[in-house]
């Protein structure tokens, strides 16, 4: 005779989709929090594992590592599994301090990425503006000369200079 499995679907606080998998009636509670900590990537002493019905609502918590999932109450008829995690987790931003920096200290620091961008982006500009103005000074009022501007007549002379 076949093992008889159980369809599970099992949600968790860090992962956004759940997952369906199927597991033996006489696996330990200990045995599944094994397995999914390959699925989920938590250790087993931060999961806490929670039963909930079709409809979402609380069920029962599963507390007893050494039960199986029989024993246990999980059925067909109570497919999820819910993971969750202590307060101290990956996913949980909130408790980090951030580190703070004033405007003006970030603009005095040499190796940050403002400051290269300062660096590179004014003399990307400046070398491209004084190239522009070096070549401009080549020609004089009045000098003959092809200007193709698109969807525009050709230009054949200079009429004046801005400046």
């Not at 759940?18 to 599944?32: G, V």
């Not at 003006?104 to 961008?117: F, G, I, P």
Request: proline share 3%.
């Amino acid at each position: 005779m076949a093992a008889k499995v159980f369809n599970l679907t099992i949600t968790s606080d860090l992962r956004q989709y759940p997952y369906k998998k199927r597991y033996p009636t006489s696996m330990t509670l200990q045995e599944l929090k094994e397995l999914l900590q390959l699925v989920v990537g938590s250790s087993t002493e931060c999961m806490r594992t929670e039963l909930y019905d079709k409809d979402g609502k609380f069920v029962s918590s599963l507390t007893d590592d050494q039960t199986t999932l029989e024993n246990l109450g999980v059925t067909d008829r109570t497919p999820t599994c819910t993971l969750l995690y202590n307060p101290i987790s990956y996913g949980n931003v909130t408790t980090v301090g951030k580190y703070m920096i004033s405007e003006e200290k970030y603009d005095e620091r040499k190796d940050s990425l403002r400051a290269w961008k300062r660096r590179e982006g004014l003399k990307i500009k400046y070398d491209a503006l004084a190239a522009t103005e070096n070549e401009a000074k080549q020609f004089k009022v009045g000098d003959r000369c092809t200007v193709y501007v698109s969807n525009e007549q050709k230009r054949r002379y200079i009429p004046h200079r801005t400046n």
